[in-house]
């Protein structure tokens, strides 16, 4: 690892020198953190979101991993799907299936996918109402803040623009307080249609993972970690307002997304 640090409300900060030191030591987080809940609770529940960071999960496939990890007691569920076939290429459940599903052995039974099959906003309504009925039986835990779901792990990825899971700058789902899930259809990052956590539930998890590579993300990614001015509108920038109310957040940031962090101790960058 490039440098690490922990910086407010205990969030931490890992930043490698490539992206494949960036996989290793994410699929070592992932893991420890499947042993623990499997310990304390008996599951692991987490939420996947797509984009590239499916591709970093890679490692959980292999040696030691894919003989490690008790894949049976995982629960997989998604923290935002794109409202297309199971079979096309923008969704991110065949993202997953293709990538990491199939090569691992997780119960098909535990696999929470959204239904294709009928209109995004039905979608939502079910995949919600999935999750209530595990809550209800606490295979999902809950929060004792709120009632919100309380997953083991979200792990995110981050747009250019600062969005997460399918929550984008300015949008109207930012706002909502009482929904665990929500459906958008005017999407700025193709496809339009989508199914996302709201804010509350992505808070409200255990643990929170945003994963970041690439030059394109310097600048959301050091507004959303420095987030120096408090009187800025925040939901100009979602990845900022990501705030565990009583779970811990972990940037995993390859050196060309860390290239914009302003804030710097001796190249520990744990000054914040
Ligand atoms: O389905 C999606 O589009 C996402 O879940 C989205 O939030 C993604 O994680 C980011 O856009 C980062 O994607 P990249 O890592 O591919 O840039």
Redesign the pocket.
């Known amino acids: 690892m490039a440098a690490s640090g922990e910086f407010k409300n205990k969030s931490e900060l890992r930043v490698f020198e490539s992206t494949d030191e960036l996989a290793t030591d994410l699929a070592e987080y992932i893991s420890q953190l499947s042993e623990n809940s499997v310990k304390e609770s008996g599951c692991f529940t987490i939420a996947l ?5 499916i591709s970093f999960m890679g490692k959980l496939c292999e040696a030691p991993y894919s003989k490690t990890v008790d894949w049976t007691k995982w629960y997989v569920f ?5 409202a297309v076939a199971k079979n096309h290429v923008d969704s ?1 459940y065949k993202l997953t299936k293709d990538a990491f599903l199939s090569k691992v052995s997780i119960l098909s039974s535990h696999v929470f996918s959204i239904n294709d099959h009928v209109t995004v906003e039905d979608a939502a309504g079910e995949y919600e109402f999935a999750i209530r009925q595990l809550v209800k039986i606490r295979t999902v835990g809950v929060s004792e803040r709120n009632d919100c779901p309380r997953f083991d792990l979200i792990l ?5 623009d600062g ?5 984008f700058p300015h949008h109207p789902a930012l706002e909502l307080k009482e929904e665990w899930v929500t459906y958008i259809t005017d ?1 700025p ?1 193709p496809p339009p249609e ?1 199914i996302t956590f709201t804010l509350p539930v992505i808070n409200s998890a255990s643990n929170i993972a945003i ?4 030059e ?2 310097a600048m959301a990614a050091n507004l959303a970690i420095a987030g120096t001015n408090e009187n800025s509108d925040s939901s100009s920038l979602p990845a900022r307002m990501v705030q565990p109310t009583d779970g811990k957040l972990v940037w995993f940031l390859d050196s060309a997304a860390a290239s914009a962090l302003e804030v710097s101790n001796g190249g520990s960058k744990d000054a914040m």
Do not use: C, F
């Open positions: 979101s797509g984009g590239s960071l998604w923290a935002d799907e794109r991110n995110l990825g981050i747009g250019p969005h997460v899971a399918s929550l999407s990052k989508r994963v970041a590579t690439g394109e993300k």
